[in-house]
C-alpha cells in the first residue's frame, strides 16, 4: 500500500534540512521581530548592573570562542552596551586562548558606539592569560602577579583604570559570558563561592544551563541561557535605554530568538507528524 | 550520468548564476571602510584605524574597498558552505574544511599561548631587558629578572625529557607535580562549591510567611517543591534501600523529576544548536549576500 503516510515516512531527511533552512532563513530575510515576554530572572540580571552607581568596575570575562558566537555574541553585545550606557569601567579578559577574537569585536563595538569611551581610562583589554581555573584563582588575591599587562604589553602601572586594582574582590560585579569548561561555573566555584564580596552574573549557551541553575540564587545572582534570555535582556535594556534600539542590530538577539521560534514551530510540528506517520504506518508493513 | 548527479550540477550551476547576479548587482562579499584618525593627547601620536562602513556609504569620501576584509568574507561564507554541505552527504570539500578548521584553530590556540604565556610571561620576566629590546617595547625598564621563573623552565625541560631515548621517567615528576595541583584546587573548590553550599542551599523553610505575618503560598510551595525534589531524586540514587514501598514511590518520583530535567536539557541544546545555525545563516545572508544591507 503506498499512501501519503508511506511516502512520508520514506521522506528523505534532506528535505527537512531545506525546510529548516527555510524556517531560520525566511525570518531573517523578512526582518519581521516577533515580541518578547521578559522573565524575573532576566530582570535580576539587568539589575545588577544598572543598580550598580555609575562608572562602578565591571570585570567581563569573554571565555568562548567563534563555535559558540551564534549564541553569545548578541549577548554580549547587550552586556557592553549597558556597561557603557552606565559609564561603567569595563576590564576585558578571557582564559580561552580564541576568546582574544572576541574581546576585540566588544572593543570594536564601544570605539563605532560610543566613541568617547577611552582605552585604558573607560575600559581595558587584558587580554589572555594560560592557566584554566589556577587564572581565576590567582586574580581573586592577586591580579597584578599575572596580569602586570595589557593585551598590548602595556604594563598595568602605565593603565588609570588599572591603579589601586590589586584583586577582583574590589571590583563590585562580574560578568562572564561563557560556552564550556573552563568558564562561568568556574566563576563560581573560584571567586563567587568562596568570596562573599564577589557578585556574579552570567551568560551561557543553552546546553551549559542546566548544569549552572543550582547556583543560583546563593552563589550567582542570575544568568541568561541562550538566546532566548539575551533578547529578553535587549528589551528591558531598550525600555531603560530607547536610543540604543535605534542602532544598527542593536536587536540582534531578537532577530535570531524569531527565526529560532519559527525554527521551534517547525520542529514541534514535525515531531507530531513524525508519530502521526509512525502511527498510521506500523502494522502495515511500514516503519516500526 | 547519474540522476543525482545531474540534479546537483543543475543546481549549482542556478547558484552560481544567482551569486554572479548578487555580486554584480549587489557588490556582493564586498566590504568598504572608512579611516579614523586618533590623536593621543599626551603623546601626540596619531593612529589610523579603518572601520566598515554600511554598503550604502561606499560612495562617501574616504571610504574605500577592502581586499583583505572582502576576501575574509569570501574564505568565511565558502568554509560555511563547505561544512553545510555535509548535511548531503560526506564529501571531500566538507573534509577538507573540517581539517582545516581543526588545524587552523589548533595552530591559533598554540600562537596565541607562545606569546602570552611563553613569550609575555616567561621571557618578559625572566629577561625583562630582552623582552623590551625585542617584542615588548612597552615593558617597563626597571624591572629586574624573576629568577623563580627558572622553576618552570626546569619543569617544562623535564616535560619533554620524556621525547628523549633514556629517561622519560623523568617527565613523571612535573606532570605528578600539575596533577597534584590541579586536584587540590578542584577537590576544594568542588566540595565547597557544589556539596557544602548546595546543601546549605536546599536547608528552606518548607512554611513562608511573608514580611507581615501573612502565609506565603507560592514560596511556600516552591520551597516545598525544592526540598522534597533534592530528596527524591537522592533516594533514586540511594541503592542500600530496596526501591519498594514508601521507598519505590518516591525513587519513582525521582526519576520522572530527572527525566523532565533531562527534557529541559536536550531541549536547551536544541535551542542552542538552532543558535549557532542562526548565526551562520544571518552572515550568509546579511554580511555576504547583503540582503537588508550590511551593517
Known sequence: MNTIWHKLADLDRR??????????????????????????????VFDA???????????????????????????????????????????????????????????????????DYQYGKDYVNLGYR??????????????????????????????????????????PLIVNVSSGDPGLKQWVQYAATPYDSIEIVGGTTGVQASTLYPYIPNQMIGMLAGIKPAAEYEKVMFEKYPEIEERPESNLAHIFMTSQEVA?????????????VMWKTSGQGGRS | MKQSTMVWIILTVIAGAYLTTRVVQYHAGAVYVAPKVMTDEESGRSVTTWSQVPDLEKDSPGVEFS???????????????????????????????????????????????????????????????????????????????????????????????RLMPAGGWISRWPLAFFIAVFAGLRLVSHFEADFVVQIRSTLLPLIVFAADGSFNLKASLWNSTMVFGTLACLTYFFFSVEH???????????????????????ALTVMSRYSLLIGRMNFLLKEWLHFGGTV
Open chain 1, 15 to 44: 528535505w527537512l534540512f531545506a525546510l529548516t533552512f527555510l524556517a531560520i532563513g525566511i525570518p531573517l530575510l523578512t526582518g519581521v521581530v516577533l515580541p518578547q515576554k521578559v522573565s524575573p530572572m532576566v530582570v535580576n
Open chain 1, 264 to 276: 521551534h514551530f517547525m520542529l514541534i510540528a514535525i515531531i507530531i507528524l513524525g508519530n502521526l
Open chain 2, 244 to 266: 519498594t514501598g514508601v521507598a519505590g514511590h518516591i525513587s519513582r518520583v525521582g526519576i520522572y523529576l530527572l527525566m523532565i530535567t533531562f527534557g529541559v536539557g536536550f
Open chain 1, 49 to 115: 548592573i544598572d543598580t550598580l552607581p555609575e562608572g562602578s568596575s565591571i570585570l567581563m570575562p569573554l571565555d568562548f570562542d567563534p563555535s559558540a558566537e551564534g549564541e553569545l555574541q548578541p549577548m554580549a553585545n547587550a552586556f557592553v552596551r549597558h556597561c557603557a550606557e552606565k559609564k561603567h569601567k569595563i576590564y576585558f579578559m578571557t582564559i580561552w586562548p580564541q576568546g582574544v577574537g572576541m574581546i576585540q569585536r566588544q572593543i570594536a563595538l564601544l570605539k563605532k558606539e560610543y566613541p
Open chain 2, 67 to 161: 581586499f583583505v576584509r572582502t576576501l575574509g568574507i569570501w574564505v568565511s561564507a565558502f568554509f560555511t558552505l563547505a561544512v553545510f554541505s555535509f548535511l548531503v552527504g560526506d564529501n571531500v570539500i566538507y573534509k577538507i574544511a573540517e581539517s582545516i578548521f581543526v588545524g587552523a584553530s589548533a595552530a591559533y590556540a598554540m600562537v596565541v599561548g607562545f606569546w602570552a604565556a611563553f613569550m609575555g610571561i616567561f621571557v618578559g620576566r625572566l629577561a625583562p631587558q630582552f623582552s623590551r629590546n625585542t617584542f615588548m617595547p612597552s615593558l617597563e625598564p626597571d624591572v629586574s629578572p624573576n629568577w623563580l621563573m627558572l622553576l618552570p623552565l626546569a619543569m617544562g625541560i623535564m616535560f619533554l625529557w
Open chain 1, 130 to 171: 594560560p592557566g584554566y581555573e589556577g587564572v581565576i584563582k590567582l586574580i581573586t588575591s592577586d591580579l597584578p602577579k599575572l596580569y602586570d599587562s595589557d593585551q598590548q604589553g602595556t604594563p598595568v602601572s602605565q593603565i588609570p583604570m588599572m591603579q589601586g586594582i590589586d584583586n577582583i574582590q574590589q571590583l
